[in-house]
């Protein structure tokens, strides 16, 4: 990506990609935060595999859930740099 390139919009590209990136960090937040720690109790009624669902969370949803995120990421980012002409 060159400062030349007239066809490339560098601070669209550059915007679209941090709202991808927080967007996903956000929910990425909010399942380990919220699903581990603010709503462990309420979720604690239904179970996994015999574990409490909150405890659940805490302990491997993250990560999958994170995992899950990355994939997406490289997907979105594949299609945002088809988007702005910057494939490789």
Known sequence: MSGT???IDEKAYW???L???LGLLTIWFAVSYGA??????W?????IGGAP????????G??????????YYCHA???????FGIEA
């Open 5 to 7: 390139d007239p066809k």
């Open 15 to 17: 915007r679209a990609t």
């Open 19 to 21: 709202r991808l990136t």
């Open 36 to 41: 581990g720690i603010l709503f462990r109790e």
């Open 43 to 47: 979720l604690d009624q239904y179970a």
């Open 53 to 60: 669902l909150g405890f659940w969370f805490s302990q491997n």
């Open 62 to 71: 993250a990560i999958y859930v994170f995992v899950g995120l990355i994939f």
């Open 77 to 83: 980012m594949n299609r945002l740099e088809r988007k």
